[in-house]
């Protein structure tokens, strides 16, 4: 029996509907837990006898318990929870933490708005002198206060204007104020909030969720990581420059086989040196995972150009595996890979392990200069003896801003696209390479009409 025969079972219209149900599970879960709250707040009757009069203080506590409930679906989201992170991946569980952020913020802040009018209605007050007050009176209320402003400086961090400018590290530092943030906000809730105080079933809930969530971020984001690779006693085994200005990093240590590791996932690599240890990087597997662990890093410029001048043994920490960039998220026998740049890592990876006969697979690695391509020769070495379909596409990408080189301007990209992949309307694509990249293979993937379940993208990006 051959090796793709093994897995056909898990291919094909069931298994898209498997994973279709299970983000479907997911997404609800987390619907569930604002409207929980909600129903709770209208089952004790939140709304009886309600009159115009009564729109703020009922504003300020829905907007109270819907708040809190999105900041805790907005910290779960980037908890690490695996059962999570494997239905829907890392990356898109960022890009969902990221969306919530502004809207997360703009509620806040109108919970805050509407107690301070509530407060001085009831305090005979003006506005100013009413936020005074209750700051002077509580000190749960100035540490709510400083709460809103350091999340008005981590929203105004991750806007994309602001990413261009900050470097990784930059905004990594400023990020953990989120925690801070948060942590400032807690104190009012227990001893001000009247839902929380009055109702025990509303209390038992956001205990419940609070500890859920707060458990997993320690557990997953610091506590799992650091027991199992000082367990696994993780070292840097080997330092190798590769062309276009990349290195590879192999990390050995003992029975890696706990990660469990798969082909096109990615690791949160922290060093442990003076210089690296408080802040990790994300690179992904450019090998098969087994008895070693590689990366294969591009100088970018920030801490990538210290990586590649790491000595043989340094200690690490990996977080992770991490990232639905694999074969989990197939349901086609076909499979089209399609790499630039750095991306090729993960793309070599998937193309060393995935499950294929002699053409089922065909492989685009875009390169400016096939001389200096990372990883090429590993590439060509893998297609050759698996029989995968590789057309190495050589040239600086034009001013058209498409994917493919610039002297191919002149023919549409999505009908060049299909005549290197013939089977790709029905394939499953991985893509992965710079953002902009990407971007231009996923508008030509459109044009043709692939199912966007048959797309799976892996950006190089913060």
């Not at 703009?106 to 509407?114: A, F, I, K, R």
């Not at 458990?215 to 000082?230: C, D």
Request: positive net charge; proline residues 4%; charged residues 20%.
């Amino acid at each position: 029996m051959s090796e793709l025969e093994t897995k056909v079972i898990k291919l094909g219209a069931r298994r898209q509907l498997e994973i279709e149900r299970r983000i479907d599970a997911v997404q609800l879960l987390g619907l569930t837990s604002v409207l929980v709250p909600i129903w709770l707040f209208l089952a004790d009757g939140g709304l009886a006898g309600f009159t115009l009069n009564d729109l703020v203080p009922i504003g300020n506590r829905l907007t109270a318990l819907v708040g809190t409930s999105l900041l805790l679906v907005h910290l779960a989201l980037v908890a690490r929870i695996p059962w999570v992170e494997k239905t829907l991946g890392l990356d898109k569980l960022t890009s969902a933490h990221k969306r919530l952020g502004k809207p997360l913020l703009y509620l806040l802040l109108l919970h805050s708005v509407l107690a301070i009018v509530s407060y001085s209605e009831i305090s005979n007050l003006s506005l100013l002198l009413g936020l005074g007050s209750m700051v002077a009176s509580y000190w749960e209320l100035l540490l709510a206060l400083v709460s809103i402003v350091l999340m008005v400086v981590v929203v105004i961090s991750s806007i994309r204007i602001a990413r261009k400018r900050l470097s990784y590290e930059s905004w990594y530092l400023i990020h953990l104020v989120s925690y801070v943030a948060i942590l400032s906000a807690i104190p009012h809730q227990l001893t001000l909030g009247t839902d929380f105080l009055s109702q025990p079933l509303m209390q038992s809930w956001f205990t419940l969720v609070y500890v859920f969530v707060f458990g997993n971020l320690l557990w997953f984001r610091i506590f799992q990581p650091i027991l199992i690779s000082l367990g696994a006693n993780l070292k840097i085994e080997r330092v190798t420059p590769d062309k276009n200005n990349t290195t590879s990093l192999v990390i050995g240590g003992r029975n890696l086989k706990r990660f469990d590791a798969q082909a096109g996932q990615f690791f949160l690599v922290r060093v442990l040196n003076k210089k690296q240890w408080w802040r990790p990087h994300p690179f992904s597997v450019s090998n098969s995972p087994g008895k070693e662990i590689r990366f294969t890093i591009g100088n970018r410029g920030d801490d990538t150009a210290l990586m590649q001048k790491l000595k043989v043994g340094t200690r690490v920490i990996l977080e992770g595996p991490f990232g639905v960039f694999t074969e989990a998220k197939r349901t086609k026998r076909h499979v089209t890979l399609m790499a630039a740049g750095i991306g090729v890592a993960p793309i070599r990876a998937l193309a060393e392990s995935l499950a294929a006969e002699p053409g089922d697979v065909t492989i685009i690695y875009r390169a400016t200069d096939v001389r200096d391509a990372a990883l090429l020769h590993e590439v060509e070495r893998i297609s050759l003896e698996r029989g995968h379909k590789l057309h190495v596409l050589e040239g600086p990408r034009g001013d058209h801003g498409g994917f493919l080189p610039q002297d191919s301007a002149n023919t549409p990209e999505h009908a060049q696209l299909i005549g290197l992949a013939p089977h790709l309307l029905d394939s499953d694509i991985y893509v992965c390479g710079p953002a902009s990249w990407s971007n231009a293979v996923k508008h030509s993937v459109k044009k043709l009409g692939v199912a966007k379940n048959q797309l799976h993208i892996e950006e190089f990006a913060w």
